[in-house]
């Protein structure tokens, strides 16, 4: 069993910066893609960013130039640095990793519980 645990998110003035972090632990040969998704109330949960093995990046176009994703293979975390942060960044953040067993299994999709971004006007 694969567990995604975020942490980092909170209460920001807008313009301000927060940094999550997420863990992965349990039983993983390798991790394919790792991303970062959000769910603002009454919306559809959004991609923000995602990052293969080989540190190749995708965003979404409202927070091209503002947040920053990454990864550490060897800690099995992604991180996701949001600078200028604005109101309508608000939502649950969702960390996301595909990952397989061993060689031979499938890939599968993993989502951490979530953490909370607050952003105030």
């Known amino acids: 069993q694969v567990q995604l645990v975020e942490s980092g998110g909170g209460l920001v003035q807008a313009g301000g910066s927060l940094r999550l972090s997420c863990a992965a632990s349990?039983?993983?040969?390798?991790?394919?893609?790792m991303g970062w998704y959000r769910q603002a109330p009454g919306k559809q949960r959004e991609l923000v960013a995602r990052?293969?093995?080989?540190?190749?990046?995708n965003y979404a176009d409202s927070v091209k130039g503002r947040f920053t994703i990454s990864r550490d293979n060897v800690k099995k975390m992604a991180y996701l640095q949001m600078n200028d942060l604005k109101s309508e960044d608000t939502a649950v953040y969702y960390c996301?990793?595909?990952?397989?067993?061993?060689?031979?299994?499938?890939?599968?999709?993993?989502w951490g519980q979530g953490t909370q971004v607050t952003v105030s006007s």
């Open positions: 349990g039983i993983i040969f390798s991790i394919n893609e």
């Open positions: 996301n990793a595909d990952t397989k067993m061993t060689y031979f299994s499938k890939s599968i999709t993993n």
């Open positions: 990052i293969t093995s080989g540190g190749i990046t």
